[in-house]
């Protein structure tokens, strides 16, 4: 993976698309670049030509990348959906693949709490002064 990442990566083009996909995941977040450098440990500088496809990021920052935003490597560097799932979260994604193959009363009890916590979302956000 590492070769053909360092071959892509050549690509100016595919930098550019990297750096905008980059760019919206942190804006997503509400970041800075200088937050986001912080969180990788790297100069805003280096953030900002990645953000512009100038640099493409050594592999140990994308995996990092990928883990700080919740997304699989191949979305970040490519732009590829995950694998047929609508779940944008991988360790989500992750979680609910294991949780398929538990008995139906552990899904039920699961999908309960899920529902408590959205129900409270929803309560918590309509009772939020405009």
Do not use: C
């Amino acid at each position: 993976m590492a070769h053909e990442f360092i071959t892509i990566m050549q690509d100016q083009d595919l930098r550019k698309a990297f750096g905008m996909r980059l760019k919206d995941l942190r804006k997503q977040k509400g970041w800075t670049q200088k937050e986001l450098a912080n969180k990788l440990d790297i100069r805003y500088s280096h953030l900002n030509k990645y953000e512009s496809g100038m640099h493409a990021p050594p592999l140990e920052k994308l995996i990092q990348l990928a883990e700080i935003f919740d997304v699989s490597l191949d979305y970040l560097v490519m732009g590829l959906p995950m694998e047929d799932s609508p779940i944008r979260s991988e360790s989500l994604h992750k979680r609910f693949k294991t949780l398929e193959a538990f008995d139906d009363a552990d899904k039920q009890t699961v999908i309960s709490v899920i529902d408590a916590i959205i129900a409270k979302r929803q309560v918590e956000s309509a009772i939020q002064p405009v």
